[in-house]
Each structure stands twice: as C-alpha cells, then as structure tokens.
C-alpha cells in the first residue's frame, strides 16, 4: 500500500484506493532539468549560424529597439554613443546593461564612449 493510501485511509476519505503509484516515474523528467543559465544561452542563441558582430551608432535613444534586437538574435554589438548627448549616452549605456544582464550576456567598455555587448555564448579575450 503507498503513502498516499495509508493517509487516505488514516483520514477516512475514499476513492485513494484508484490512485496507482506505480504509473508516476520520477525519472523521466530528470533529463528535461537544466541551470537557468543554460536554458537562457540556448533561448538567446541560435543554433548553427554563423557568429555575426553589428556595429550601430545610435542618435537617440529610439535606436535602442535596434540594439536589443540585433542582441536578442544572438549578435555580437559594437554601440558608439559618442554622437549622443551625454544624458542620452548614459540613459543608453544602462539600457544595454540591462538588456546584457537580462540574456546572461556581457558589456564591456572597449574605447572612450564605445561598449561592445556580448551573448552569453561569446567570449571575449585580450591580448
């Protein structure tokens, strides 16, 4: 008799008796299970294309649908905020920041007002 049954029974409710212990294998799901940060590259990732780096040079903050897609596909960003003003650089710099924590990615300032934008798939060395 299961576990369920047996308080079933203690408790005096019916019907425990057509539930089966038997049909619930807790091993079938054990494979399906992975780190958040894995499910997160393969969602943001895309299988099989080739490594892509987009270079955008944003004028206003608008041009940020056009980061966050070109990220979201899996590309590599160069942003250049230099032609912007400073409170429109910044406002910009913090919407990439969030956007690279958000997809388990990276930014890295490489240059005076350029950042260069990661997936997480990506990584980035220097020599």
């Known amino acids: 008799m299961g576990a369920v049954r047996k308080v079933a029974s203690y408790l005096g409710l019916g019907g425990a008796e057509q539930y089966d212990d038997e049909t619930y294998v807790e091993d079938e799901y ?11 590259a393969k969602r943001w990732h895309p299988n099989a294309d080739p490594a892509r ?15 966050g897609r070109h990220f979201r596909e899996g590309h590599t960003v160069v942003m250049d905020v ?5 409170a429109e650089a910044t406002r910009m710099v913090d919407f990439a920041a969030g956007l690279a ?27």
Do not use: H, N
């Open 30 to 40: 054990e494979d399906d299970w992975m780190p958040a940060a894995e499910r997160a």
């Open 53 to 67: 780096i987009v270079m955008i040079r944003p004028q206003k903050y608008d041009d940020a649908l056009t980061i």
């Open 101 to 127: 924590y958000g997809c388990e990615g990276r930014i890295e300032r490489i240059a005076d007002k350029v950042f260069l934008i990661t997936p997480a798939t990506v990584e980035v060395s220097s020599a």
């Open 82 to 86: 230099a032609s912007m003003s400073t």
